[in-house]
């Protein structure tokens, strides 16, 4: 090995080949591939996010109606059956509380919970969790459970 044949690692020289404003004879020089005059060719140009090139923007083309509430609480839906499933399944035992939601993926750490009343449990269940339908919890505690609301 010599000086002539000496090569940077692969992968290590990143060079796109186009070298922009290096004077006429680079075939890229003047207006550097900017194009004459208007916004785009200026420095310091930046579009606005939805900018449609003058055409009205989507989103003050589409009608605005309705109303949202800012102190509206979503709450992460569990059904009966659900829970009859894994029971069947033998990934709970007994109780089911926030943390095994957790591992099981029913909930994720930020959420309110609510347990629906779809299907039937037949199991024996302590159930903890933020809220319950009426239908929810007479089927809980018919079934020799136990609702706890969080």
Known sequence: MDLSNLK?????????????????????????????????????????????????????????????????????????????ELVDSKKIKGSLDFDQMLELRLARKNDLVKIMGRGELKAKLKVSAHKFTASAKAAIEAAGGEAITL
């Open 8 to 84: 940077p690692a692969a992968g290590s020289v990143k060079n796109n080949g186009k070298r922009k404003g290096r004077g006429q004879g680079s075939g890229k020089g003047g207006t550097a591939t900017r194009g004459h005059k208007g916004a785009k060719s200026r420095s310091g140009y930046s579009r606005k996010i939805g900018f449609e090139g003058g055409q009205m923007p989507l989103q003050r083309r589409v009608p605005k109606f309705g109303f949202t509430n800012i102190n509206r609480k979503e709450y992460q839906g569990i059904n009966l059956d659900t829970l009859q």
